[in-house]
């Protein structure tokens, strides 16, 4: 992704600094692991920055938590989901030193959130989602 980009769907590289020098390394998308691709690549994936969700969207799930959502809304918040856990695990891998021991501890979160958001449709649905990040100490909200 290049510099100034906040989000893309499919970008040749990812941008990260050099933690020594603080200066931008490009990395080719394909040195990642394919499990770690998101849907949509974000230079920061947090909803507020990330611009996924808008904080209507936030108080519409958290603030009438006794609603039912519509099905489209669930997997909006469902793809929020998946996405950030992806840009996330894809920084961890990137800086984590055990990268196969890493990829083995997110491929079971990665492969629920994936069926679970193929799934998504309701209130439960997204709630079972964060509970799974949760479990891996994810907070995508």
Known sequence: MSEGVRSSKGPAYV?????????????????????????TW?????????????????????????REIRPDFAH?????ILDFVQNTAAVAWLLNPDKDGYLEYMRPCIEKLSDLKGKAKSRADVMAMIHVCLDYAIDPF
């Open 15 to 39: 941008i990260m600094r050099n933690r020594t020098t603080g200066q931008p390394v490009r990395i080719p998308v394909g040195a990642i692991p394919k499990i770690f691709w998101p849907e």
């Open 76 to 80: 909006k918040l469902a793809t929020y």
């Open 42 to 66: 974000y230079e920061n994936c947090y909803w507020a920055y990330s611009g996924a969700l808008s904080r209507e969207d936030i108080a519409e799930f958290f603030e009438e938590s006794t």
